[in-house]
């Protein structure tokens, strides 16, 4: 009998919308910069250090919302996550003091950031096995159509109703959809009845499906891959959550117009659903480790360039080199952790990872913002992302598989 309509398509889709609702937000932070500073007078790394503390809320919260989803599946913990990251956005609008916007955005919307990835990536990871690194590219894409859509509309909204107002119908927005999203969810394929793959029945009218030889998370922790993935992750953070923060103010004080300004991070946005993509069919084909160096190579081509990008077509350029890259990164990491270590645990180690990148992205806006405070240019930032950027592709050259992992292999499911 012929299996009914895969359920794993609906997962994407889901996947596909909860990327763009939380990362598309994200990447108005920089829209609205200045914006703090001119209404509340605050300095750059105060503004920045919010950031980063959202980013180190993200990265903690996503090791317990890998752990919850290994064990309880995903829906319950997006729709707590979903609620906090609207309701963050909504009170926003009514911001007064420093610690306001540190509970509000580095706490509240944190939270509501420490699920895009984990949860989602770590789900598809389970309803796919032949196609993952594609399907992990598509969902990824929702973050690009985020991150090119949500800018400019904040930029607009700011523009007609001001910027207390834009942050009340972004936080509505975002709460209704993300709730409604993760409805939607479900942590494998047997909770539909189904299989890896939309996988269907075998010969003996039995259902078959590909399952891995997991590594335990004990086992993981203990080998060399595990370690420089999570400090590959460290400087790949760095790089590039710094650059969403920092280059909407660093265009203006090229002197690019505000809503141009918002136009180069939007065109990150729109290159990077490209990179998504390709990097995820890539990774299909060529494999984790030199998908993520072909990441690296561009992302350390874009950086050098923005060293003299002084004119407006200059930085549109930067922003689609660099915003090919900047989806690589975030599309090819949780295939990568699912073929090295399997994906019995892969929601906690994904999770552990991308709180080592987490805390690179905690550290790096508030060190840029600091920096330019002292010196009054981004010039020796971009110089630490090159260095970064450099240790982090010789790190993924020294990368190999754990050797007692097994590849997966293909056994009869459970009745």
Request: aromatic share 12%.
């Amino acid at each position: 009998m012929k299996s009914k309509y895969f359920y794993g398509y609906h997962i994407v889709a889901a996947g596909f919308v909860i990327q763009a609702v939380c990362i598309g937000p994200l990447f108005t932070y920089g829209v609205f910069f200045k914006q703090f500073q001119a209404e509340l007078g605050w300095s750059r790394a105060i503004i920045s250090g919010a950031s980063s503390l959202a980013f180190f809320i993200m990265g903690a919260g996503g090791i317990l919302a890998g752990r919850l989803n290994d064990r309880i599946g995903p829906r319950i913990i997006m729709v707590v996550s979903g609620t906090s990251l609207g309701l963050g956005y909504l009170l926003m609008a009514h911001l007064q003091t420093p610690w306001q916007l540190y509970v509000l955005y580095g706490i509240m919307v944190g939270i509501g950031f420490s699920t895009h990835d984990v949860i989602t990536l770590s789900t598809v990871a389970r309803w796919f096995i032949k196609r993952r690194g594609m399907m992990s590219g598509v969902v990824k894409v929702g973050t690009g159509a985020g991150q090119m859509l949500v800018p400019l509309m904040a930029a607009a909204l700011i523009a007609i109703y001001g910027w207390r107002q834009a942050y009340t119908i972004i936080g509505a927005i975002a709460l209704v959809i993300l709730v409604a999203a993760a409805l939607v969810l479900r942590r494998d394929p047997a909770e539909k009845g189904q299989f890896p793959d939309g996988n269907s029945a075998g010969i003996d009218g039995s259902a078959a499906a590909f399952t891995d030889n997991s590594i335990s998370i004990k086992e993981a922790v203990r080998t060399g891959p595990f370690w420089i993935l999570c400090v590959a992750e460290f400087t790949i953070f760095f790089c590039l959550l710094t650059m969403i923060v920092h280059i909407v103010p660093h265009a203006t004080d090229l002197g690019l117009p505000p809503g141009t300004a918002a136009g180069v991070l939007a065109t990150i946005g729109g290159v990077s659903m490209v990179g998504r993509i390709s990097m995820g069919t890539a990774n299909d084909k060529i494999g984790g480790k030199r998908s993520l160096t072909i990441c690296f190579i561009i992302l350390i081509c874009g950086l050098l360039w923005l060293q003299i990008a002084g004119q407006a077509w200059m930085l549109f350029l930067f922003a689609a080199i660099y915003g090919f890259s900047h989806g690589g990164f975030f599309t090819v990491m949780s295939p990568l952790v699912a073929e090295l270590f399997g994906t019995g645990s892969h929601g906690l180690l994904f999770g552990l990872i991308l709180f080592s990148g987490t805390i690179g992205g905690t550290v790096g806006p508030v060190l840029a913002g600091r920096m330019f405070d002292v010196v009054g240019s981004y010039w020796g930032v971009f110089w630490l992302l090159i260095g970064l950027a450099l240790s982090g592709l010789v790190l993924i050259t020294l990368l190999k598989p754990p050797e007692h992992v097994d590849s997966p292999k293909q056994s009869r499911a459970p009745a």
